[in-house]
């Protein structure tokens, strides 16, 4: 009860189990949660019960983006969840929507709040917000993450609050919430320095609308990354190599630029490899906090770190909470409207590092949809740095599936960044250096410096005979364009095999 | 020689024979010129004569985006251009890049200014700038358009001015110059309203690199818009009820928020159909001002327009000097950079409206590579409108050819916005809305209210079978998803002929 300050609110804590009653059938409901960190968990496994004790309830859920396994996991387990928005990652979440039974639309992480605020995506009924505690006048101090909370407080009709005492009450302060208004109101983002702190440190909210309060200390269910193997060390020393390029070159200063990677365990070994380079006083200005930003702190290559969430692996998040109060003032963590803004991104001139699923041989990017259809996660924040930043990086390891799938194709089977939004490819391979190259030399030079040697001759071969087209800006044959895709669902490799030879 | 105030510069002048000999092989040039208004064109006519003469001169051409004949139709044809950034839509110039004589790499208009400042594109040297005049401290007061010129003048190694007297001197004053310095220095861009003057009439630069002024009288070679014919009646009729609608709902403001539309004889058609409809003191933040935002301008519909060029169809100009002072203080020019800048569109929320060549079941647009391969002109600024307008629209007859292309296509051939950037799309059919929906609900609304009747049938057949597919998260059929393109380009139409029926 001490991290609920305000006296007014006390008459609203209440069971998680209470608090689930105020959901009905068809609200919009708008949740904290990033990269699975901050997102409530007491409130949605009591309204999963609900169902399963046989209640038909059809929610949409909107969050920042991905959370863990007691909200899109049980929640979709349970049948409620019918529509989702922007991001998400769970196992239960991506089969629902690969099978039809969920809507999802995946979107550019720095929009979700104004479609919000601009009423696109219909009136959210709740907000329902994990906090590490109430301030005396009743503003919510939101945990590892802030994601689209501000938004939503801002925009619900009713707010539940879960007060959660895993999380350290030492994140208070962290939080840098700065509110944007609509146009034609809308006004400059007085963010000039990566650590510049514009707003207050929590969600200002109409404690009217405080419907409940429920306490829990059910911890976040991050994510573990996987240790740094070979493949990820060349890749990240590839891109090191092009820095240091790119710097002797005077086309980036000594210390880069600020540096925002993508999420996960290829990301995370790409970062972590700055740990040997010779950048120093390096910063990040990102959408998520991982491991290696949390090593490169401690090491001193990193002096400062900008997001909209911290997730840590799960067997190093007591050594992280141990340490907080030597993290925290490196630390800020923003709204993700304010995290993945394109005029931020573009002010401070951002080197944006991204995953993709697949690359094509002109430069266009899939980062979403494995063999055209099958939904992985979402397009994230990519877009929102990758347009905006001063160098656009991309990174995949060559090959997929033992070698049976090549990432580099002839034409991406889903675009989510087009030729004109990439600059770099890197893979353990090597580097493509696309930058003012007209589209037949970026397939020269993709082939040539990221394909796996298993697959460079097709990829020439295809791209010859595409040459002899009457049309030669982007030379494609149409009829084969998509064929290495279609092998792979039919043989399962998109290696020829000998049938295939033999035509 | 009074349009040239400086008594410094007055040594400098020259003919276009003496001052296109100052172009070397293997230069980089930089020019004005923006949807062709205000390029150079006397040095160019001069440069090509060299060409003419047996000279070998190879030149990459960087501009703000499309230029006249004189320059890109003149230049191409003597074979100096081998290499070209960002837009281009002579004859001359497309035919060169699709028969791979010129490497043409086609960039969103808000990067190319960065680019050249990054060293992105290598280092310019020269700048070839038409102006109205040059004022006493040698400032350049540019002309019909500003494009990247300030970018150029300021690191090109020499200046070439081009002073045109047959640009009214009545332009002087209508330019707003605001250089945007390079990261980590980079501030913000103080543009609140579509109405602030946020820097000077002119583009400062140092005296010393001027080393040729020319005198010529050539007139910009605008191109005619077509009479608004049914079809686009129609689009524009269906834009504005949606425009309507929106309103209603209270998602837009009764007066709307700043217009963007692209540039051609449909956009001019979509944006004069606003001439009838309920809607007023309606402002304009675009690229260009052509013939409709001149004609809503006096009818009063439109109280200011900002754009970084004015291009008025050849029929008309001469109207529009005359009564240009009238035109004056409701028109802003401004550098690509500012006109273009994703933080300005976003901040402002402008409603995008621009032209695709295709659209998918799923929301992409092709709007530059005809059958995937074949250039038209260039994305020019609909990427960073869409990106990061309040409302994003593309606009497409639900046909081509007479009807044997649809516009509607199972996949695009070409992908330039993807499904996380596209809105709204608009035929003479109808408006699908496709905000929140997911990629299988965009495609019925797509179909159902786009696609012309002759091709509803078989997209819909298309869109049942792949939905029988594994994963139903955006379902295709890889080896037919291209097939009506190929179709087209074996069989000269898109519909099924006999034979395939026969299958």
């Not at 991905?66 to 929640?75: M, W």
């Not at 101090?141 to 909370?149: E, K």
Request: charged share 25%.
């Amino acid at each position: 009860m001490e991290r609920l300050k305000c006296k007014k609110l006390k008459n609203k804590v209440m069971t998680p189990e209470q608090a689930a009653m105020l959901f009905k059938d068809d609200m919009i409901v708008g949740t904290s949660g990033f990269t699975p960190s901050g997102y409530p968990k007491a409130v949605p496994l009591a309204l999963a019960q609900r169902a399963k004790n046989g209640e038909s309830i059809g929610l949409t859920l909107i969050t920042g983006a991905s959370v863990g396994p007691e909200l899109d996991g049980a929640l979709t387990e349970a049948n409620i969840i019918k529509r989702r928005y922007p991001y998400q990652t769970t196992a239960e979440m991506r089969n629902a929507i690969n099978n039809n039974k969920v809507q999802y639309s995946d979107m550019h992480l720095s929009h979700t709040a104004q479609w919000v605020k601009y009423g696109f995506l219909g009136k959210v009924d709740i907000a329902l917000i994990e906090a590490v505690s109430i301030t005396e006048e009743g503003y919510i101090v939101p945990s590892t993450s802030i994601g689209n909370s501000n938004v939503f407080v801002e925009m619900a009709d009713k707010i539940i609050i879960e007060i959660n005492s895993s999380q350290p009450i030492e994140l208070e302060g962290i939080h840098d919430i700065y509110d944007i208004k609509n146009p034609p109101n809308r006004d400059i983002i007085p963010l000039i320095n990566p650590d510049d702190r514009i707003g207050v440190p929590y969600i200002k909210c109409d404690l009217d609308k405080i419907s409940a309060i429920v306490f829990t200390d059910i911890k976040d269910k991050t994510r573990a990354v996987a240790p740094v193997d070979e493949v990820s060390k060349k890749m990240a020393q590839n891109l090191i190599q092009f820095l240091e390029k790119e710097v002797e070159e005077k086309r980036l200063p000594i210390n880069l630029l600020p540096l925002q990677s993508g999420v996960g365990s290829v990301a995370n070994a790409i970062l972590s490899g700055l740990e040997n380079s010779k950048f120093k006083d390096l910063v990040v200005y990102s959408e998520v906090i991982q491991d290696s930003v949390i090593d490169l702190i401690k090491s001193g290559k990193v002096k400062l770190a900008s997001g909209t969430s911290i997730t840590i692996s799960p067997d190093r998040l007591d050594e992280f909470y141990k340490d907080i109060n030597y993290y925290k003032n490196k630390l800020i963590l923003r709204p993700q409207e304010i995290s993945n803004s394109p005029e931020v991104a573009r002010r401070l001139g951002v080197i944006a590092i991204n995953t993709a699923i697949e690359v094509d041989i002109y430069g266009n990017v899939n980062s979403t949809n494995i063999m055209g259809s099958r939904i992985m996660n979402g397009i994230g924040g990519s877009g929102d740095f990758a347009r905006n930043g001063y160098i656009t990086i991309f990174t995949t390891e060559s090959i997929a599936k033992g070698g049976d799938i090549s990432s580099i194709v002839p034409m991406v089977s889903h675009h989510d960044h087009t030729e004109h939004d990439v600059m770099v490819i890197v893979t353990e391979q090597g580097v493509a250096d696309l930058r003012g190259l007209s589209p037949k030399e970026r397939a020269r030079c993709i082939i040539e410096n990221c394909a796996h040697p298993d697959y460079k001759e097709e990829l020439i071969d295809y791209l010859n005979r595409a040459q002899e087209g009457k049309y030669k800006h982007t030379p494609h044959i149409l009829s084969e364009a998509l064929s290495w895709h279609d092998r792979f669902l039919r043989t399962g490799t998109m290696k020829k095999g000998k049938l295939e030879e033999a035509k």
